[in-house]
């Protein structure tokens, strides 16, 4: 087993870092908007949606899929900073 | 040429692709089977994991559930996408460097003992088990409709039909097989709802139309009028209603994600990507896929409901003409009654059709007042609304034929990986891995064919008697998950100081809690009659239902891992390096092979 090269403890905490980021957003668009917030953002609507329930219905899997590609090009950098990357 | 032909035509036309496929891949591929995945480009295997992922729940149930529990089903949604976040994140770099190939292999070397190793394989047996249950639940309601049969037949011969493509398509080429199976059910869901979207909108597009004003020239905006249509029949507002309240909401759709991200099949397709990195953006990739059929059924569901009580309830509500006559139903009514899945009894002998919320009150007052006796919709099983949907609609029998294939493709294509995880888990991990160290590679084949059958069995004879709709038993499949393998797999990589002790304890604290928890409210091994407390409301723990206990389970088996972990000796010093090195992704060999 190798030992990691680079500097194993910053680059720890740089993903620990993004990881935390990641969540606290996936966490406020799915929880947050569209289930604790939702009676509240249901006032405002997104043409013939209220605002709460297209937030659960539709606007959390976009985002969900946008934060995913957004953590492995992030992670991507992360990893060449350390010079952790593959090849 | 009539319904019932053409769908034999398209339904036989796709099994003799996936068979076709099949054959060519495995000829391309001989002795490969394992790194198959190894050079198959990241939108490939995000194509192949999402048939592999979406099964009969999503498919064939989702739409059925959202139709009836309206913004309370969100939680299918958000907790059955969401989980993929996690996934991508928390587990599939690290599992993919680690380099096995069975999660409970990374969890016995990652805890360096057999007995995490046995463990891990029966929560994997017990959650993979629930899920197929949910699997030929969907099989036997898709092949009823589509042969004209007693669900119960429809059940054996899709029983017959998972065994033989489970054993001969499951074992070779699976990914290109299952590339074609998204094709066939991605097509298959999102054209009807093109056609009722433009039908009822003039929105081509569904993710929009449900957002859009009608255009039968009312000037109300689709969800207004589906509030207005289900309220004046005594049901909850589709836009508000839940299913048992915030608190459950929250919990359920946690454990979904929690779940989602510690399935095994799921898992193991990030083990044989090229590279670390691929692993991160196959996720995305597979959750594109599946986005495409999850931000259309909300759309489905809403449209089949306001096209449902717009057949029924053709007039005024309470006129005496406002109700469709029973000898006018239309052909798709008849057709499902012969399944027994939706059931009409006429309980005031007026010959037309009453269906309302008799539940509800204030409506069943004013029912009385109208001269109705009831709910006369004795059953709508929720789980023939997307089969049924493009019926409702009038659409084109091809269409219909293609949801048919679309169904069954879900259905089989989940069930296929399952059963796969099932008997990897017993030939390779508990005969191979355990048990019986020099078995040989027939011998193990063997074992996990005999193991896949006797899964087949057990499931079929529990789909005889479902403890739910199928999407609802598939949660308690991720329940289960959720509450034993996510938070080993998590502490494993993310807390090095977790050692056997806490693992193996976490994880029976979790599984035994959550399975207690179902168990004692839907009855032992799900059977009827041997429940302890009633499956009702008021039993629930802060009114959390069975199905979505697996987060607290989750929470459980992080504690007890956490407290036990602290109370004994760390982990040896080679096991502290190997988690060291999961962490980066310098390294990462080719996709092992074993």
Known sequence: ?87 | MDLKTMTYIVVGATFALYLGIAFWARAGSTGEFYVAGGGVHPIANGMATGADWMSAASFISMAGLIAYNGYGASLFLMGWTGGYVLLAMLLAPYLRKFGKFTVPEFIGDRFYSNGARIVAVICLILASITYVIGQMKGVGVAFSRFLEVEYDTGLYIGMALVFFYATLGGMKGITYTQIAQYVVLIFAYTIPAIFISMNLTGNPLPQLGLGSTMSDGSGMTLLAKLNLVVTELGFKEYTTQTMAGRLDMFVYTLSLMIGTAGLPHVIVRFFTVPKVKDARSSAGWALVFIAILYTTAPAVGAMARLNLHETIQTGEIGSPEGNLSYEARPQWFKNWEKTGLLQFEDKNGDGRIQYYNDKNPEMAAKAESFGWKGNEMVKVDRDIIVLANPEIANLPDWVIALVAAGGLAAALSTAAGLLLAISSAISHDLLKGVFMKGISEKAELRAGRISMAGAIVVAGYLGLNPPGFAAGTVAIAFGLAAASIFPALMLGIFYKRMNKEGAIAGMIAGISVTMLYVFQHKGILFIKGTEFLGDLGPNWFLGIQPNAFGAIGALVNFAVAIMVAKMTTEPPQHIQDLVESIRTPRGAGGAQAH
């Open chain 1, 1 to 87: 087993m190798e030992k990691p090269q680079g500097s194993g403890d910053a680059y720890w905490r740089a993903t620990l870092g993004l990881l935390t980021t990641v969540l606290i957003i996936w966490f406020v668009v799915s929880f947050g908007f569209g289930i604790i917030l939702q009676p509240m953002l249901d006032s405002i609507h997104l043409g013939g949606y209220p605002l709460g329930f297209w937030f659960a219905q539709q606007g959390s899997i976009y985002i969900f899929v946008a934060l995913i590609f957004f953590y492995a090009a992030r992670m991507g950098q992360i990893d060449r900073d350390h010079d952790v990357h593959e090849d």
